[in-house]
C-alpha cells in the first residue's frame, strides 16, 4: 500500500526550516540547498513543493503569519488578562525577543523592501499589516472599554501610533545593538506602549 504523505505538514516543515535558517543566519541563508539540510529532506523535495528560491520565502512569509495568528489568538482568548495586558503582550509578540520572532521579522522586513518594487508582494505584505492593525485597533477599544486606555482618544490614532512604534523598534533592533537592548530591558514594553498612547492624547487633545 503506498504511503500517504501530508503535502500541507510537509510544506510546514520546510518552511519552519526556512524560519529556522532566517533565525540563525539571515535571509541569505534561505536557499534550496540549506533548507534541505536544516530540515533532512532532499533537494528534489524541496523542488517538488517550490518553483524558486523566492517562494520557498513566501512560505515562510505564510508560516510566520499563521505563527503570529496563534500568538494573537493565544493572547486575545486569555480571559483573566486584562485589555491593557493583552496590548502590551500583542506589542511583544512582533518584535524579535527570542528566535522565532527574530526570523519573523526578517522576513516582513525582506518583504517590506521587496514590496515597495513589486505589487504582488506589496499586495501579500498588505494583507498581513491590515490584520495586525485590526488586532491592534480592537484591543485598543476593549482597553478603552475597561477604563485603562482613555474613551476620549481616536482608536485608529492610537493604532496606528502603537503600529508604527513597533515597526520602526523591529526594523531598528535587528540593525542596532543598543535598540536591541532597549526593547530587551525589564518592563520596556509597557513604557513604550504607554508614552505612545499618551503622546496621541498630546497632539488630539
Known amino acids: 500500500m503506498p504511503k500517504i504523505v501530508d503535502h500541507e505538514e510537509r510544506r510546514r516543515v520546510l ?5 529556522a535558517l ?3 543566519d539571515g535571509v541569505a541563508a534561505v536557499t534550496t540547498r540549506g533548507v534541505a539540510d536544516e530540515s533532512g529532506w532532499s533537494t528534489g523535495v524541496l523542488n517538488h513543493y517550490f518553483d524558486s528560491r523566492h517562494d520557498l520565502l513566501l ?3 505564510r ?20 485589555a491593557l495586558d493583552k496590548l502590551y503582550k500583542i506589542t511583544a509578540s512582533v518584535l524579535p525577543l527570542g528566535k522565532r520572532r ?3 521579522t526578517r522576513i516582513y522586513l525582506f518583504f517590506y523592501a521587496e514590496g515597495a518594487a513589486e505589487e504582488k508582494a506589496r499586495a501579500e505584505i498588505t494583507g498581513f499589516l491590515a490584520r495586525w492593525r485590526s488586532v491592534v485597533r480592537d484591543t485598543v477599544v ?20 502603537l503600529v508604527a512604534l ?17 526593547i530587551r530591558a525589564k518592563d520596556a514594553i509597557p513604557r513604550f506602549v504607554d508614552i505612545a498612547v499618551q503622546r496621541v492624547g498630546v497632539v488630539t487633545g
Not at 494573537?72 to 480571559?79: N, P
Not at 513597533?166 to 532597549?182: E, K
Open 142 to 161: 476593549a482597553a478603552q472599554a475597561e477604563g485603562s486606555v482613555s474613551a476620549d482618544l481616536d482608536p485608529d490614532a492610537v493604532t496606528m501610533q
Open 15 to 19: 518552511a519552519d526550516a526556512a524560519l
Open 63 to 82: 508560516r510566520a503569519g499563521d505563527i503570529q495568528g496563534e500568538q494573537y489568538r493565544s493572547i486575545l482568548d486569555d480571559a483573566d488578562l486584562p
Open 22 to 24: 532566517l533565525a540563525r
Open 102 to 104: 527574530l526570523a519573523m
Open 166 to 182: 513597533t515597526d520602526g523598534l523591529a526594523m531598528q533592533s535587528i540593525l542596532d545593538p543598543v535598540v536591541m537592548r532597549a
Open 59 to 61: 512560505a515562510a512569509l
